[in-house]
C-alpha cells in the first residue's frame, strides 16, 4: 500500500505549487497535516514576492493593514487585489472564477481568470491539459503588519496577535501569513488544538505556538525561502 502523502524530511525544501497537491491531498481527507509531514523550507515564485513587497511598503507608508487572499485556480495561484481596513484590523473580500472559451490557436482553449469580476490573467492552454472540471479553490489569507516605533526611535513589527491565531483555528483553513519586515506563515496541524479562547497578546511568540499550540511556523526574509521555526 502507497503513502498518498509524502512525508517530508528535515532538509527538505520545496516550492508552493508542489506542497500544494498535498495541502489538496489533506484537504479531500478531511484532515490537517501532521508536524512531520511539513517541509523544512518552502520557496514562492517571484510574482508571489511582488505582490508582498508591495504590501510592505504600502503599510509601511500609510500605517494601515492590507490582506490578500491566496486562490488557486486550475494550476495558476492567484493573489486578491489589495484591501485596506482600518489602523487596527483588515477583512479581506474576493472571489475568482474561470472561464474557457476557443482560441484561435488549433489545439488549445483561452483560459481567463477573473478576480472579483475583473479580468486578471489570459493565457491559451493545452486542450487536452484542460481538467474536466474547473478548479478554483481558497487557500489562505494574509495580512500586513504596519511598524511601530519603539522607545529608543527604532521601528519594529508585532507578531501574529491572538485574535489571528483564534480566527486561524475558528476556521478550516490549514495556513495563514503575515507579513510585517519579513513573511511570516503558519500551517496547523493534526496536533493543533481546535479552539485556543484563553489566549492572550502576551503569550503569543514562536515557541508558544510551536510547543503549546504544535503549529509550524515559518519565516523568512523576502524573495528568499521561508524556513520552518525550531525550538531545542
Not at 56 to 68: C, H, L, N, P, V
Not at 140 to 147: A, C, G, L, R
Not at 198 to 218: S, W
Request: hydrophobic share 40%; proline share 3%; charged share 25%.
Amino acid at each position: 500500500m502507497f503513502d498518498l502523502f509524502k512525508n517530508f524530511g528535515s532538509s527538505d525544501s520545496i516550492s508552493f505549487f508542489k506542497l500544494y497537491n498535498n495541502l489538496r491531498a489533506w484537504q479531500d481527507a478531511g484532515r490537517f497535516p501532521a508536524e512531520y509531514e511539513l517541509p523544512e523550507a518552502i520557496s514562492f515564485t517571484e510574482d508571489f514576492w511582488k505582490r508582498v513587497i508591495k504590501l510592505y511598503k504600502y503599510t509601511r507608508a500609510d500605517g494601515f493593514e492590507r490582506a490578500i487572499a491566496v486562490f488557486w485556480a486550475d494550476g495558476d495561484l492567484i493573489l486578491s487585489s489589495d484591501i485596506m481596513g482600518n489602523r487596527k484590523a483588515v477583512t479581506p473580500k474576493s472571489n475568482v472564477s474561470v472561464l474557457y472559451s476557443a482560441s484561435r490557436h488549433k489545439g488549445y482553449l483561452r483560459k481567463e481568470v477573473f478576480l472579483n469580476d475583473k479580468l486578471y490573467s489570459r493565457k491559451d492552454v493545452y486542450e487536452k491539459k484542460v481538467p474536466r472540471q474547473i478548479e478554483v479553490k481558497y487557500l489562505f489569507n494574509m495580512h500586513t503588519h504596519p511598524p511601530h516605533e519603539g522607545a529608543d526611535g527604532q521601528n519594529f513589527y508585532t507578531y501574529f496577535s491572538a485574535q489571528d491565531i483564534k480566527s486561524l483555528l475558528a476556521s478550516k483553513a490549514v495556513i495563514t501569513g503575515m507579513i510585517g519586515d519579513k513573511l511570516n506563515i503558519l500551517f496547523r496541524t493534526s496536533s493543533t488544538p481546535s479552539s485556543a479562547d484563553q489566549i492572550t497578546d502576551q503569550q503569543i511568540n514562536m515557541e508558544f505556538l510551536v510547543r503549546e499550540l504544535h503549529i509550524a511556523v515559518y519565516q523568512g526574509d523576502f524573495k528568499s525561502k521561508v524556513k520552518r521555526v525550531t525550538i531545542n
